[in-house]
């Protein structure tokens, strides 16, 4: 059986054949019906007129296929020769017979004028990438120094938290310092949280795939949040999805996920309130929805609160949410928020579905 051909790769007959081909067909038919007239009707000296009406054709012929030639073959050349230039990065590429006073000059001119503006896009994205190479060096630079910072103060920290619990035992019990003892222990324990929670930020250790049930990971982070609210009229639910495949994910990063947000929720909620967490599998991932009826958050502040050291409370360090994301991240996975002042916050934490298999497929 014949292969069917490839399209484009045929045997191709050039535009000019497609043009003049009809026309020579149309000349020859008329010389020929014209001869047969002559023949029929015996016309005196018809021979001569058949050759010169011959020759008139042949002529129509070759001046069509020169103005053809000049109007559209050699544009048609340029084009090709442009669009090759173009499409092998040099955008400097233009057309000259968009100077022709034409339709083909005025497809010439809008076809610079679209080389321009790629050649614009393209400057406007190098330059924005030269920008975020930059931000992103200097982030990274400014990372390193805050973790190193952070290393070099976390020691002597725990030197001053061992000082100071040392002259806790030994001050006289009537002693007034006593009573700031544990102000400055607890801030102490407050600023040891957030060094902590820098180093990870700034040196993120890779996640330690298991395959282990996302419902029980949940779980255990809900314990931990409900010992927090234990005396506040705070209510956590939890609602698993039973029908869950055994997840690859690291439980403890997770864990540490969903408590961040938990907390979040908890802080949001100022007095009396509900968090609902409810598990389910959407196409390839499993989610986790947790939902506040908290104080909600803002529109300005709702762009921002993924970025380290964005916080509106007094005590946040801003880390928890970045923190959460960069874990996520690392999981393939996303997180995604809608909140509405006033009512409540909801995220949701997009886990592919990773099973063992797959992970050795990798
Ligand atoms: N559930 C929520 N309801 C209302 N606001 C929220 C919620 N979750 C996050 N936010 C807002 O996002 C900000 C950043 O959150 P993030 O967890 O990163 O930092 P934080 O909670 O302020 O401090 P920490 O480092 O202790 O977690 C919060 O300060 C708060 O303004
Ligand atoms: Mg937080």
Redesign the pocket.
């Known amino acids: 059986m014949k292969e069917p051909q490839p399209p484009g790769k045929g045997p191709s007959l050039g535009w000019q054949w497609k043009a003049i081909i009809p026309i020579v067909g149309v000349l020859l038919l008329g010389l020929i019906a014209f001869q047969a007239i002559v023949v029929a009707l015996d016309i005196p000296s018809g021979h001569w007129i058949v050759i010169v009406a011959a020759g008139g054709a042949v002529a129509i012929c070759f001046v069509t296929l020169i103005v053809m030639l000049v109007l559209i073959q050699r544009p048609l050349e340029e084009l090709k020769r442009v669009i090759g230039r173009v499409s092998e990065g040099d955008l400097a590429a233009r057309v000259d017979f968009a100077k022709r006073n034409d339709d083909v000059g005025q497809l010439g001119q809008q076809f610079n004028e679209m080389i321009r503006q790629l050649e614009e896009n393209r400057a406007e994205i190098e330059r924005l990438h030269q920008r975020e190479m930059a931000r992103a060096e200097h982030l990274a630079t400014i990372g390193e120094l805050a973790a190193g910072l952070a290393h070099e103060i976390r020691n002597p920290l725990a030197g001053i938290a061992g000082v100071v619990e040392v002259m806790g035992r030994e001050l006289p019990p009537e002693s007034s310092s006593r009573a700031v003892l544990p102000e400055v222990h607890s801030e102490i324990q407050h600023i040891q949280a957030i060094l902590n929670?820098l180093l990870v930020y700034a040196r993120p250790r890779p996640p330690e795939f298991h395959p282990a049930d996302l419902n029980a990971t949940v779980e255990q982070a809900v314990f931990l949040a409900r010992q927090q609210v234990r005396t506040k009229p705070i209510e956590i639910t939890l609602e698993p999805e039973k029908r869950l495949p055994g997840i690859l994910h690291d439980p403890v990063q997770v864990q540490q996920v969903i408590l961040?947000l938990l907390l979040?929720?908890i802080?949001?909620i100022s007095n009396q309130g509900k968090i609902e967490v409810a598990l389910r599998q959407e196409r390839e991932y499993a989610v986790v929805r947790i939902r506040?009826n908290?104080?909600?958050?803002s529109r300005e502040?709702l762009p921002r609160?993924f970025k380290p050291f964005?916080?509106?409370?007094k005590e946040?360090?801003?880390?928890?949410?970045?923190l959460a994301r960069g874990i996520v991240e690392s999981h393939k996975g996303r997180i995604e928020v809608t909140s509405e002042p006033g009512r409540g916050?909801q995220f949701e934490v997009w886990l592919p579905i990773l099973r063992a298999k797959d992970k050795h497929a990798e």
Do not use: E, M, V, Y
Not at 310 to 313: G, Q
């Open positions: 929670d961040n979040n929720g802080q949001a506040d908290g104080k909600g958050i502040s609160i964005f916080t509106t409370r946040g360090t801003g880390l928890g949410l970045p916050t």
